[in-house]
């Protein structure tokens, strides 16, 4: 899912091309995509683009007259620069946002559709689709703490909360976590005061990091590659790999259709966390440290 550095790096690469340009039309190739019924999608066709803005893991679209269009691209939807007029074929695209100067496709891979646009009339309408969570740039460190601990969730939960922290997910939340060399499952109300500065900065850096390299990426071309895998990447998709501070293999904690990344020597003082469906098939057997672990694969 594209997080918060992905979508500065597409308002980045959208501002020089929309901004000041007329909305001409809305093409949808899936009705579904759609989710308000009022204001009508032609309301908005003919508006020009006043400003881009980001709420959460959405791109907000501000246009003339007090209109705006959200759009949320949730884990598989992306975004394309396209000639004008470009065709609006195949499974995967969705819609397209036509503008005198080029066409900005809307796709989403796979066969589920959960992509969304809503269009509102109001400034304060649009606030309806905020979940509230607070903007690390724009906090402090007791603001940071207060929200993460409102509940006592583990430190990968809240972190990836949008009611708690905006625009972070599962991959951001495994570097910052990996920067901060603390263990995914801590809950948030047994963390120490240093432990506290420690996450903070961890979450402001890795987060200024990311944006600052996308953004420069995206004055190059506009960013077709978006990608919650990416080769710089300290811990997140690197499973088995070498950690870049320590060099001991990273591990993983699987669970649904997601996983959290890890290093045990970084992050957990050696201890191996239990997979959910490993360790119930290992039972007492699941090892306990990064040396049991060793042991476990020489046999």
């Known amino acids: 899912m594209p997080e918060l550095p992905d979508i500065a790096a597409y308002i980045s690469a959208l501002e020089p091309r929309i901004i000041g340009q007329p909305l001409r039309r809305i ?25 881009l803005r980001r709420i959460g893991k959405r791109i907000v679209f501000s246009l003339d007259n007090d209109f705006w269009l959200a759009l949320h691209l949730m884990i598989a939807g992306r975004l394309h620069w396209k000639p004008p007029e470009a065709k609006l074929g195949g ?6 946002f036509d503008f005198p100067n080029g066409s900005l496709l809307l796709t989403e891979a ?6 969304s646009l809503h269009i509102f009339e109001g400034e304060e309408n649009l606030r309806s689709i905020d979940p509230g969570g607070i903007d690390i740039f724009s906090s402090d460190i007791n603001s940071f703490r ?14 990836t909360d949008p009611r708690l922290i905006s625009g972070v997910g599962n991959a951001y939340s495994d570097e910052i976590l ?20 420690r996450l903070f900065t961890a979450t402001r850096q890795t987060l200024e990091l990311w ?3 996308l953004r420069t990426e995206a004055k190059a071309g506009f960013p077709e590659k978006v990608t919650a895998f990416r080769k710089d990447m300290a811990v997140h998709g690197r499973y088995g790999e070498p950690c870049p501070r320590c060099g001991e293999k990273v591990l993983r904690i699987r669970y649904a259709d997601k996983e959290t990344n890890y290093c045990a020597r970084c992050q957990t003082g050696g201890k191996v966390l239990a997979d959910r469906s490993l360790s119930r098939l290992l039972g007492s057997d699941w090892p306990r440290t990064l040396e049991e672990l060793e042991a476990l694969k020489r046999r």
């Open 211 to 213: 944006i600052n390299r």
């Open 146 to 159: 207060a929200a993460l601990t409102a509940e006592n969730h583990t430190l990968k939960r809240a972190l």
């Open 110 to 115: 796979g066969s589920k559709r959960r992509a």
């Open 91 to 96: 499974r995967q695209n969705l819609a397209a």
């Open 27 to 51: 093409r949808l190739a899936s009705a579904f995509l759609l989710r308000t019924a009022q204001p009508p999608l032609a309301s908005v066709e003919g508006r020009v683009v006043r400003e």
């Open 178 to 197: 990996h920067a901060a060399q603390l263990s995914p499952i801590t809950l948030t109300q047994k963390l120490e005061p240093n432990e506290w500065e």
